[in-house]
């Protein structure tokens, strides 16, 4: 119920329901005014948000016109220009629109603000002030009233006479005042509504004007924007024609660079690695120069350059040729090497080496070069003195380095990730790898040599022998289990590999990965973590034999093998390896790996190869009445694109092929035709891709089988599986203890569809749980 009107003939009662009835009407216009006081502070917020938003529009409009694209050669086409100059057209797009926003902004000051405050300040003021003549005279006239009543009897008539009209004429004005300020209160109560929502409909109004403003402004760009997206599909459509050119060129350069090399000012100019004296015990090292020669000055100008770091590595360095000499392979132990003197240092070649023998008959072609006419001295067989080797000054080296570290170090925060000074290292080394001085030298109790001196001097020793601990033979081997299988199948591959080494590199590598193994036992206070230490040791223990990109990716592999071997140190050494385990597998062996399982805690395929070794699917497939297959070939096990995955069941109709997808005539999934290059025998499925060149290493979705039913719907599909039997196709670790752990071959009970994407409910002995749908083959 709203509020009671205010009769005019209450005033002259005044009754208590008279005043009670005023007061309700005083604290609706106290909550009014509250609301106006509240409606207009949020009326500014919004002029100045706005105002905020136009500057930043603004700002970016500028930024946009400011910027100009460059481009390539010496013109551009008109599409091109279009695109260059649309930069600024949206500037000024934005530039218009930002004036209609201020128009809006000045709007709302003339058209919400001002008005109410002008009737919060003349109407619900003027209220307030003659609430306070009503309070002021009520009172007045009540105490006068009072006094009044208190006079006398006994005074004179003419003075009680006096007093009676005076009561009288108060109470008349009391009257009057009452009946004006219920006047008022009952006129205001009807003139707030009007007068607080026209003010809000103008800003409205002057709103959508604005809105209006922007869609005219969008009409006249709608044509623009047709213009421009026929400029840009033009340049687009130019730039795909453009870069089959430049790599048709790129070929051509790529096949024959002689050919289309440019003429400039130098005879011959490129990159060449010139040997550098260093140090014994390691002889020499070999930099990267950007070199350049003018046959008509013989100058010869070489600057050290280092890419990683894309700049120049030192200063330029120029001098005058005198001859050219092609360095004999047995001479040097590297090959595509050639010697030059300069006039300035008679007697003293610079050994260069060239990219390959083609780079290096060109250099000496331009630098009138000869052949060696100097005999072999054998250099390169010899042994040279003082080199890192696996003998007995090795492990002497090594063993007292551990000692060392063991003992004074053991708890140092970053423990061989902290790296010693480079002289100092080289000096230790040198007394280390003497036989005269090895004995002498005293680390454990010397304050001489720095722990981070005996580490880095043990990493450079290591590093530094003539194959890695781990050899070059086995590095493809170690790394393959490290990049897909179970955590025991790795640790299985690697215990079977580290008996293959040669007898003194798996004595080294046992002493060392114990030691690191006890580092580890004290992470908490150096800080070394397993992981921590294979990150250091994994690039040291393990490289390549040829530095390829492919080779730089591994390096995280090569990190992992040696956290298997320092987390699993007592099997892997202290034991033999199981006997029936088969060789592991070679680079150019791809096993069949298992697919993906379905991920139940991120709704996302994640990678799920388990097979390491040559795993064979022969299945005793008696109810698919299919002759057993043929051995995979290499790569033919491939998995389906890692595309968007596909819902597991359709309605589709039967026996169609649909994008990557088999759909198959039923339920049952044997004696399913394959196209797997070279085998045309029945198999379990149909893989639809190209085989990959090393499945153990692809990130792909798993296979998705569907199982349509007579009936349309994924429902009825579900049913036609519900409560049968089902044969592990791939072994599978439990990864959750809702999970199965089943091996090749497993039968599994009463199969059903699981409310997770992708998995299956079984029993298996006796137990039941979650099963990765594509790891099984329904009976």
């Keep these: 119920m709203g509020l009671q009107p205010l009769e005019f003939s209450d005033c002259y009662l005044d009754s208590p329901w008279f005043r009670e009835r005023v007061r309700a009407h005083e604290a609706e216009l106290e909550r009014t005014n509250k609301f106006i006081k509240e409606l207009l502070k949020d009326g500014k917020n919004l002029i100045a948000a706005t105002k905020n938003l136009s500057a930043a529009q603004r700002k970016f409009a500028h930024s946009l016109r400011d910027f100009k694209f460059e481009f390539i050669g010496d013109a551009e086409t008109d599409d091109e220009r279009c695109i260059d100059a649309s930069l600024h057209e949206f500037s000024n797009f934005l530039k218009n629109l930002e004036e209609q926003r201020e128009i809006l902004a000045l709007s709302v000051t003339e058209t919400l603000i001002k008005p109410l405050e002008r009737f919060r300040k003349e109407q619900l003021g003027a209220v307030k002030e003659e609430k306070k003549k009503f309070d002021k005279e009520t009172e007045k006239n009540y105490s006068l009233l009072e006094k009044h009543l208190n006079l006398s009897a006994k005074k004179k008539e003419l003075q009680l006479q006096e007093a009676d009209n005076q009561v009288e004429q108060n109470r008349k004005h009391f009257y009057e005042l009452s009946l004006e300020y219920v006047c008022k209160l009952q006129e205001i109560q009807e003139r707030k509504k009007f007068e607080c929502v026209e003010p809000v409909l103008s800003f409205f109004q002057g709103l959508f004007t604005f809105y209006h403003q922007g869609y005219e402004l969008a009409k006249d760009f709608n044509h623009y924007k047709m213009t421009l997206q026929i400029n840009i599909q033009n340049t687009r459509n130019r730039f795909e ?16 660079p002689q050919e289309h090399k440019r003429a400039n000012h130098f005879t011959m100019e490129g990159y060449l690695y010139v040997q550098e004296k260093r140090p014994a015990p390691f002889g020499s090292s070999w930099v990267k120069h950007y070199c350049t020669y003018r046959k008509e000055t013989k100058k010869f100008t070489m600057i050290p350059f280092e890419h990683r770091s894309g700049g120049k590595a030192g200063d330029e360095e120029l001098f005058v040729l005198t001859y050219c000499t092609k360095r004999n392979i047995d001479t040097t132990d590297r090959r595509f090497c050639f010697d030059l003197e300069a006039s300035d240092r008679p007697g003293v ?110 990493k450079q020793y290591l590093r530094s022998l003539p194959e890695p601990l781990m050899t070059y033979e086995l590095h493809g081997e170690f790394i393959i289990p490290a990049k897909s299988g179970s955590p025991e199948s790795r640790v299985n591959a690697v215990h079977f590999l580290v008996h293959k080494l040669p007898e003194k590199n798996k004595e080294m590598l046992e002493i060392l990965v114990k030691h690191l193994a006890n580092v580890s036992k004290h992470a908490k206070r150096n800080l070394m973590t397993v992981a921590n230490l294979g990150v250091v040791f994994g690039p040291t223990l393990m490289r390549p034999q040829e530095e390829t990109v492919a080779a730089i990716m591994d390096l995280k592999f090569q990190n992992i093998v040696v956290e298997i071997l320092i987390e699993n140190h007592e099997k892997i050494f202290k034991t033999l390896p199981d006997a029936t385990l088969p060789e592991p597998i070679s680079m150019s062996v791809s096993p069949p790996n298992a697919p993906p399982r379905q991920s139940r805690r991120q709704g996302q395929r994640i990678k799920r190869p388990l097979a390491v070794y040559n795993l064979c699917l022969e299945l005793d497939d008696a109810d698919s009445h299919s002759s057993p297959r043929e051995d995979t070939p290499t790569g033919s096990m491939d998995s389906l694109s890692s595309q968007s995955p596909t819902p597991a069941f359709s309605s589709s109709p039967p026996g169609l092929l649909d994008g990557n997808h088999l759909i198959a005539d039923s339920g049952d999934l044997a004696g399913w035709t394959t196209n797997l290059p070279g085998q045309s025998r029945p198999s379990m499925v149909s893989w639809m891709n190209t085989p990959s060149a090393n499945p153990v290493a692809t990130n792909t979705a798993p296979p998705t089988f569907f199982f349509p039913s007579s009936s349309t719907g994924s429902d009825r599909a ?62």
């Design 349 to 458: 070649p610079v050994t260069m080496q060239a990219f390959s023998e083609e780079d290096r008959k060109l250099w000496m072609e331009a630098l009138d070069g000869k052949e060696a006419l100097f005999i072999n001295l054998n250099r390169a067989n010899a042994k040279r003195e003082g080199s890192a080797q696996l003998d007995k000054i090795g492990f002497t080296v090594i063993k007292k380095c551990i000692s060392a570290v063991e003992t004074r170090g053991i708890n140092d925060q970053g423990l061989y990730r902290v790296v010693g000074v480079s002289s100092k290292v080289q000096r230790l080394l040198s007394l280390l790898m003497d036989a005269k001085t090895c004995n002498e030298v005293d680390l454990e109790n010397s304050v001489d040599w720095e722990v981070k001196t005996i580490t880095s001097a043990m």
């Design 718 to 779: 579900g049913e036609s599986v519900a409560h049968r039997k089902a044969r592990a196709v791939y072994p599978c670790e439990a990864e959750h203890s809702s999970e199965l752990s089943f091996q090749i071959g497993a039968i599994f009970e009463d199969v059903q569809f699981s409310r997770e994407p992708g998995w299956l409910e079984g029993t298996l002995n006796g137990k039941r749980g979650l099963i990765p749908q594509n790891y099984v083959q329904f009976l």
């Design 241 to 256: 024609g453009t870069r089959s050119e430049v790599e048709e060129l790129m070929n051509k350069i790529r096949r024959n």
